[in-house]
């Protein structure tokens, strides 16, 4: 078999805009240097992270380094309900371990019933993200995106600035809450605020480091038989130029927004996937426009981040919306160049969309083909990650 450059190498190369809450927050939360830029030194070099050889550490800012007590705190907090206005919903709502942390929904509703315009993206690898959320490029820590949820008025997921003090009681008459927070932060006043709550989560959110699927065994782990030979077809689809997925699902991680903690570029890159065309005018729904919603720019309409591609069996339904229900239809959709709505308010022609990603070009698969390159995502499907205790629910 041909060695597989692309792949074998890092790669260095949902939330709708923010609201007045949201954004006073995360200027609180910015003032406070958390939003800091990463480098090498970022991580505490006390914190053992218990990655194999040749896997990288993700960027930590300089201003919430990790811990074995501040991880401890914020997998209690992205379990627990009483996080939430209302005392409903919990971060696993809409992030659920046995769907890599998704929550198999088109899209999820927030703690009052109001629906989020976006799919809940995986949080498998999400420590390495360059960006986060589908289309936000001012979002580039998981401090800063946690705060999105916590927060968002518009629509409201969480609720936690509505009921603050509420929140900061329920947390502090935990018959653990008070030592978990003095020990994640030694020497500090002991508080309960949106800050320190999303600080906690970040360091969480991190560990969630998922790295043996049967392609990573094969891949790295020289395990010959990890993977099937209808994978091993799959994988060979997938990393030329027939089907171009490997451009865009670039690198171990299978995206190009890629950071380590020896990342010095903030940047990411948004690709638009010809999902949409409404009305033949060169646009997506106007509520759901990506990273246009945010620059005005008519040019980056349509334009979202690109997901790992990592447990993407786990993680249907797919696309920034939720609406394609599975891998054969997201298969299909590239093969096609785009997607062609016929009907409803949304019809247009997404294949010939003007800002559409110039890797989205389609292709011809026949049938053995296409099931070797849907057997191949299959095999990054890691069952070690979304079983792993660390990440369970410790309230069960």
């Not at 005392?87 to 088109?106: E, I, M, N, V, Y």
């Not at 043996?212 to 994988?235: C, L, N």
């Not at 638009?272 to 008519?298: H, Q």
Request: proline fraction near 6%; charged fraction near 20%.
């Amino acid at each position: 078999m041909q060695p597989l450059p692309h792949g074998l190498r890092w790669s260095h190369a949902q939330a709708v805009s923010p609201t007045s809450s949201s954004v006073a927050f995360f200027l609180v939360f910015a003032s406070a240097g958390v939003t800091a830029a990463c480098s090498s030194q970022d991580a505490a070099p006390a914190y053992d992270w218990g990655l194999g050889a040749g896997v990288p550490v993700p960027a930590v800012p300089v201003d919430n380094p990790m811990s074995e007590a501040k991880v401890a705190l914020g997998r209690r907090l992205f379990f627990d309900k009483r996080i939430s206005g209302n005392g409903t919903q919990s971060c696993a709502s809409c992030h659920d371990p046995a769907k890599a942390f998704t929550d198999g929904l088109a899209l999820p509703k927030g703690s009052t019933g109001s629906v989020v315009p976006r799919n809940a993206m995986t949080l498998t690898n999400v420590g390495y993200r360059m960006t986060f959320t589908w289309a936000n490029p001012t979002l580039h820590t998981l401090e800063a995106q946690a705060l999105v949820p916590l927060t968002a008025d518009a629509p409201v997921e969480l609720g936690f600035h509505r009921a603050a003090a509420d929140i900061a009681a329920r947390l502090a008459a935990d018959a653990l809450y008070p030592s978990l927070f003095a020990d994640a932060f030694p020497g500090e006043p002991l508080t309960y605020d949106a800050r320190h709550v999303a600080m906690g989560l970040a360091a969480f959110e991190r560990t969630l480091i998922s790295r043996d699927s049967p392609y990573d065994r094969f891949a790295y782990g020289r395990q010959i038989d990890a993977m099937t030979e209808s994978q091993k077809r799959g994988m060979d689809l997938f990393f030329n130029e027939k089907v171009e997925c490997y451009h865009c699902h670039s690198g171990q991680d299978f995206t190009n927004s890629m950071r380590t903690a020896e990342t010095t570029r903030t940047s990411t890159v948004f690709e638009n996937d010809g999902l949409y065309n409404v009305g033949g005018r060169g646009e997506y729904p106007a509520d759901n426009a990506g990273l246009r919603n945010f620059t005005k720019l008519a040019t980056d309409d349509g334009k979202f981040r690109v997901p790992t591609l990592r447990n993407i069996a786990l993680t249907a339904p797919y696309m920034h919306d939720g609406s394609l229900a599975t891998l054969e239809e997201v298969v299909d959709m590239y093969a096609a160049g785009g997607r062609n709505v016929t009907s409803g308010p949304n019809a247009g022609d997404g294949r010939t969309h003007p800002s559409k990603s110039s890797f989205v070009r389609g292709f011809t698969l026949n049938a053995q083909e296409r099931e070797d390159l849907l057997a191949f995502l299959r095999s990054l499907t890691d069952e070690t990650f979304v079983h792993d205790a660390r990440f369970q629910d410790p309230f069960r």
